[in-house]
């Protein structure tokens, strides 16, 4: 299997750059599910293919670059992605392969430093200054991740090598696929400027057109705006953020714990829904998995977030903070129903519905505060007996008797 040694593609450096001020990595695989599943089907290399759902209105979950040129990307509606590129073999995901891949990356980073921030199960930051004495320069330590993961998985990487971790991600983007690309500190501006707009963190669709309104349209352009007057046409926050990333400047380090900002779940309906009882049933359903997720996972949040996304694609996302946090599947579902009545969506018809907990904390950190006449013994105590019983028997063990009913109903029709 080849190996592609990218060092200057657009306003990267030069080859054998200076690395000794850059010890942040950014490692990113390459079209990951995409590439796990190739592993299995050799016969489909350098053909354009797709993982995804191959019924309903899914999404893509990945695409080789053989599909990206005809521009398909992740994310996109399976049935643009279809029409984009007809030839594309479609793959269902197998996520367990997919985690069993996550797992054997990450040990390769953790065997390098313990300074490991994964940011998805396919990427990651790395500090591997503590590194140099035992196994070299950045750059070198890059090599060697690239070379690991390729002799033990057989998939490729890319990977950035900067003095922060805002450049190194930018890094590892412009030397996709299979590639690895120095940013020195001393080039970080002539790497910046030429890029697009876009290219900044915090720059979505709406701010790039107020941007590009503005004749804003490189980092380059941007930086040469006055902070005053970002803050003005921006607000405050993204306007001071934006103007000190055009410069690169970006001091968050890497974070080996960076606790989970927020844990959900959504749903794609295979067909649009403007029943009020169905969605309600899903948002059950939805809860029940974030519920799980967040025991599982030793949190618990304060702020319920329902995603609503109507059958034109047009989203509304509704939010409430809590008095007291919780982990309760019942309180989820009451607080992301009330949201969807709030919302005034009950007869329009629906594509995706998704819940949300965010301002989450650790569960031990909690204090539990029963109200006046509340049993001691309640929800929370049934939901944590219904995770015992479903890690023993299955995750169909126990179900929420209206989940029961509503899918008899979906049989009977």
Known sequence: MSRKQITGIGPAPRTGAD????????????????????????????????????????????????????????????????RLCPQAVIIPPSHGKYSEVSKGVMEIFHSITPLVEPIASDEAFLDVGGARRRLGSPAAVAAMIREQVLDRFGIT??????????????????????????????????FLHPLPVSALWG??????????????????????????????????????????????????????????????????????????????????????RV?????????????????????????????????????????????????FQAAGLQRVRLRLVGVRMENLRPADEAAWQLGLGERETGWREAEQAMDKAIRRFGPDAVVPASLVRGKLDEIGT
């Open 19 to 82: 690395d000794s001020g850059c010890p942040i990595l950014h490692v990113d695989m390459d079209a990951f599910f995409a590439s796990v599943e190739l592993l299995d089907r050799p016969e489909l290399r350098g053909r354009p293919m797709i993982v995804g759902s191959t019924a309903g209105r899914g999404v893509v979950l990945s695409a080789t670059y053989e599909a990206r040129a005809f521009g398909v990307h992740s994310a996109m509606p399976m049935g643009r992605a279809r």
């Open 157 to 190: 990487c890319s990977v950035g090598v900067a003095s922060s971790k805002f450049v190194a991600k930018l890094a590892s983007k412009q030397c996709k696929p299979d590639g690895l690309l120095v940013v020195p500190a001393g080039e970080v501006v002539e």
């Open 203 to 288: 720059v979505g669709e709406r701010t790039e057109q107020s941007l590009v309104r503005l004749g804003i349209r490189t980092v380059g352009d941007l930086a040469r705006v006055p902070s005053g007057t970002l803050q003005r046409e921006l607000g405050q926050a993204v306007g001071g953020h934006l103007a000190a990333l055009a410069w690169g400047r970006d001091e968050r380090p890497v974070s080996a714990h960076a606790p989970d900002k927020s844990i959900g779940n959504e749903e794609t309906f295979a067909a649009d829904v403007d029943d009020p009882e169905v969605i309600r049933r899903e948002l059950l359903r939805l809860s029940e």
């Open 291 to 339: 519920a799980a997720r967040m025991r599982k996972g030793g949190h618990v949040g304060r702020t319920v977030s329902v995603k609503l996304r109507r059958a034109d694609f047009t989203t509304i996302n509704r939010s409430r903070t809590l008095r007291e946090p919780t982990d309760v599947a019942q309180v989820i579902y009451a607080t992301a129903c009330e949201l």
